[in-house]
T-cell receptor, first 112, second 114 residues
Framework: QKEVEQDPGPLSVPEGAIVSLNCTYS??????FMWYRQYSRKGPELLMY????GNKEDGRFTAQVDKSSKYISLFIRDSQPSDSATYLC????????????FGKGTHLIIQP | EAGVTQSPTHLIKTRGQQATLRCSPI?????VYWYQQALGLGLQFLLW???????NRGNFPPRFSGRQFPNYSSELNVNALELEDSALYLC?????????????FGEGSRLTVL
């Protein structure tokens, strides 16, 4: 079992829809959870950062972490064509120097 | 403020050759991470440098190496190139240990091995 599982998609939804992106993980030591967005031919950029369990909201984006289920989600409300990108979940235990463990990314397409 | 810069943008090499990739972190950032993003495999952690020292490396063979210079810029060297080394190589910088904070990524260097 891979440490972080993420459906690669593509996930195609109409403009204005609510998008739900998810990752599952196996390492119970993970405490820091992030979502990165990567446009084609660009480097990833940090969207959301969460420590431990709970919800965090930033504009149209909401990140949820359920450590008991080892499951994290990113919700995008009122999706826009400019949200079309690959979304990568990332996580770490924070106790060492292993960097971040990334999911493979979900390719999201918002249809105008 | 300038972001993380990487060079070259694209690099084409043949099997057995050596490739050198360069990264300049954001001013004030002392940590530099290197990741490999191969098709279908996601981002794989390669190397972490901080204050001029290699702090950790991922599960890659020794022909992947690098260094960090006194100005905190970094270089990734890949020796004896193999076809499967074809990938986007991403550099990221952070203030301190990046595994608890934000990593700022460059746009990557795309290496093609023929």
């Amino acid at each position: 079992q891979k440490e972080v599982e993420q459906d690669p998609g593509p996930l195609s939804v109409p403009e204005g829809a609510i998008v739900s992106l998810n990752c599952t993980y196996s390492n119970s030591a993970f405490q820091y959870f992030m979502w990165y967005r990567q446009y084609s031919r660009k480097g990833p950029e940090l969207l959301m950062y969460t420590y431990s369990s709970g919800n965090k909201e930033d504009g149209r984006f909401t990140a949820q972490v359920d450590k008991s289920s080892k499951y994290i989600s990113l919700f995008i409300r009122d999706s826009q064509p400019s949200d079309s990108a690959t979304y990568l979940c990332a996580m770490s235990s924070g106790g060492g120097a292993d960097g971040l463990t990334f999911g493979k990314g979900t390719h999201l397409i918002i249809q105008p | 403020e300038a972001g993380v810069t990487q060079s070259p943008t694209h690099l084409i090499k043949t099997r057995g050759q050596q490739a050198t990739l360069r990264c300049s972190p954001i001013s004030g950032h002392t940590s530099v991470y290197w990741y490999q993003q191969a098709l279908g495999l996601g981002l794989q952690f390669l190397l972490w440098y901080d204050e001029g020292e290699e702090r950790n490396r991922g599960n890659f063979p020794p022909r992947f190496s690098g260094r960090q210079f006194p100005n905190y810029s970094s270089e990734l060297n890949v020796n004896a190139l193999e076809l499967e080394d074809s990938a986007l190589y991403l550099c990221a910088s952070s203030i301190g240990q990046g595994d608890t904070g934000e990593l700022f990524f460059g746009e990557g260097s795309r290496l093609t091995v023929l």
